[in-house]
């Protein structure tokens, strides 16, 4: 099994950017579609944002404008550009495939402070 593990998160201010990375252990290529989910605390786990081998994408509204996703299955690793940071996408990010399959790998804290 592919093992995910996302970095780049981190401490910025509201209205700043991150750039979070997955990198794989293997091929992501057979992972479709791939997302990003996060999940703040008291709060449920949510897909983010997905992409699938072909280039189609999904954002949850809340983040629709401000976050880009994209993938590099060469490289095998998928990314989400985050701008214009605010305070409630202060989480625990992971990237997993579309539904999760098995266990979750290493995520990333982000945190963004007013």
């Known amino acids: 099994q592919v093992q995910l593990v996302a970095s780049g998160g981190g401490l910025v201010q509201v209205g700043g950017s991150l750039r979070l990375s997955c990198a794989a252990s293997?091929?992501?290529?057979?992972?479709?579609?791939m997302g990003w989910y996060r999940q703040a605390p008291g709060k449920e786990r949510e897909l983010v944002a997905a992409?699938?081998?072909?280039?189609?994408?999904y954002y949850v509204d809340s983040v629709k404008g401000r976050f880009t996703i994209s993938r590099d299955n060469a490289k095998n690793t998928l990314y989400l550009q985050m701008n214009s940071l605010k305070s409630e996408d202060t989480a625990m990010y992971h990237c997993?495939?579309?539904?999760?399959?098995?266990?979750w790998g290493q995520g990333t804290q982000v945190t963004v402070s007013s």
């Open positions: 992409i699938s081998n072909g280039g189609s994408t």
């Open positions: 293997g091929s992501i290529f057979s992972i479709d579609p």
């Open positions: 997993a495939a579309v539904p999760v399959q098995g266990a």
